[in-house]
């Protein structure tokens, strides 16, 4: 498929997709979120990645939702249509997904950035969610996912002020994984993003699915799900690779299966 307004690419194991609209910081319009679900569709479709990655410019990650595409929205069509569903392809990604986020990290941007499993940050990204400097509110999760993210406090400074916050503080406050150099960031993004990529695909995923049930169920049935994922593990032909390889003192060579 030919896209406009992203640019996609592998590397061993990993597919990336990088937001590509340098003339509106990469906001988020509809075109551009249909081709980021579509690619997403063709990873996961592809049993050789392992592990995506979502990235921007080094002036943006993306500075949120096309303010001039949903200016005159209206109630009753965007009720109706319910538009902002549309990033929600992002949330049901299977395979591991990490953001690698350098400067504006904003609005939609910053929600998109939080969608991922984790976000690897440049030292000049900034967060926020400065909806209400618009006259409304984060709609793709940020009050949801900030919240759980950073906690009360953090969630409401940033929401109602619409502040921006700084990567060190970012990293602080419990959003971002971890800080590496600007001019580093693909770099080492990758250098996680292809480890991940060399592990089983099946234990990837059941260690992905069972950290966001964190969010989503009571502890004890967290648990339950963990342990039943844990032995369902063992159907797999990775496991008994990893395990044997690990006493043979050699290094695992793992077939996803
Ligand atoms: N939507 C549409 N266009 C945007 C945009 C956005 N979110 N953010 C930036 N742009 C455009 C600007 O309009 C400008 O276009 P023109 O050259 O045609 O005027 C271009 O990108 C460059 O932007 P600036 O000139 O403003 O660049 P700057 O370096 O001076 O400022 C910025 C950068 C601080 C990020 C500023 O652009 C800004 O504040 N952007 C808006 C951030 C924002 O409010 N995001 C939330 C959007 S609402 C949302 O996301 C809702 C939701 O939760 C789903």
């Known amino acids: 498929m030919a896209y406009e ?3 996609v690419e592998t590397d061993g194991g990993v597919g990336v997709i990088r937001l590509n609209r340098p003339k509106a910081l990469n906001a988020l319009n509809d075109a551009l979120i249909a081709e980021v679900s579509a690619a997403l569709d063709a990873f996961e479709a592809d049993a050789a990645i392992g592990c995506i990655v979502i990235t ?3 002036k943006a990650f993306a500075a949120g939702a096309d303010i001039k595409q949903m200016s005159e929205s209206q109630f009753a069509d965007l ?3 319910d538009p902002f569903a549309n990033l929600e392809r992002v949330q049901r990604t299977r395979k591991p997904l990490i953001a690698a986020v350098a400067g504006y ?10 969608m991922c499993d984790f976000i690897i940050a440049a030292g000049n990204a900034k967060f926020g969610q400065p909806e209400v400097t618009l006259g409304v509110m984060p709609a793709w999760g940020g009050s949801q996912r900030l919240t759980r993210s950073v906690g009360k406090a953090k969630a409401m400074d940033l929401c109602l002020t619409g502040r921006m916050m700084d990567a ?3 990293e602080r406050c419990g959003l971002v994984a971890r800080v590496v150099a600007a ?3 693909m770099e080492e993004t990758l250098t996680a993003a292809k480890k991940i990529a060399s592990m089983g695909q099946l234990s990837t995923i059941a260690n992905k699915e069972a950290i966001n049930a964190a969010f989503e169920t009571p502890l004890n049935e967290g648990l339950r799900l963990e342990r039943r994922l844990f032995y369902s593990l063992f159907a797999t032909e990775d496991q008994k690779e990893g395990m044997a390889a690990f006493i043979a003192k050699r290094p695992p060579d793992f077939k996803h299966r």
Do not use: H, Q, T, V
């Open 168 to 170: 060190a503080e970012a």
């Open 183 to 185: 001019d580093k960031l």
């Open 79 to 81: 009720y109706a249509r």
């Open 105 to 114: 990290a904003l609005g939609g941007g910053c929600e998109l950035a939080m």
């Open 56 to 58: 921007g410019s080094e």
């Open 5 to 7: 307004n992203i640019l």
